[in-house]
């Protein structure tokens, strides 16, 4: 069973930061991507950023991208996803998750989800 547990969110002004945390089972760490998903009040869940476990590449949805840094630490089986420049429409329910690679754009098909964590940008 692969676990994934976030840590990290919480209460922050527009133009702050905050780093998420994901604390993988080792399982997930083992050839499995990771990333993070956020769902916004009212709205679906929409992909964020992945890292492939391969290569080691990052990909970031465009409202994203420069803002925030996914990274991964083998060594403690965790990801990491610093956010910075943050903007009141970054609120939601962070998601981390793990799967496999596959020949799409992005190259991910994630199948494990952790249980989420709030974050909450204020104006």
């Known amino acids: 069973q692969v676990q994934l547990v976030e840590s990290g969110g919480g209460l922050v002004q527009a133009g702050g930061s905050l780093r998420l945390s994901c604390a993988a089972s080792?399982?997930?760490?083992?050839?499995?991507?990771m990333g993070w998903f956020r769902q916004a009040p009212g709205k679906e869940r929409e992909f964020l950023s992945g890292?492939?476990?391969?290569?080691?590449?990052?990909y970031y949805t465009d409202s994203v991208k420069g803002r925030f840094t996914l990274s991964r630490d083998n060594a403690k089986t965790t990801v990491y996803l610093q956010m910075n420049g943050l903007k009141p429409e970054d609120t939601g329910v962070y998601y981390c998750?793990?799967?496999?690679?596959?020949?799409?754009?992005?190259?991910?098909?994630?199948?494990?989800w952790g249980q989420g964590t709030q974050v909450t940008v204020s104006s």
């Open positions: 890292i492939s476990w391969k290569t080691g590449s990052t």
């Open positions: 998750v793990a799967g496999v690679e596959v020949a799409t754009t992005p190259p991910f098909r994630f199948r494990y």
């Open positions: 080792a399982r997930a760490f083992t050839n499995y991507a």
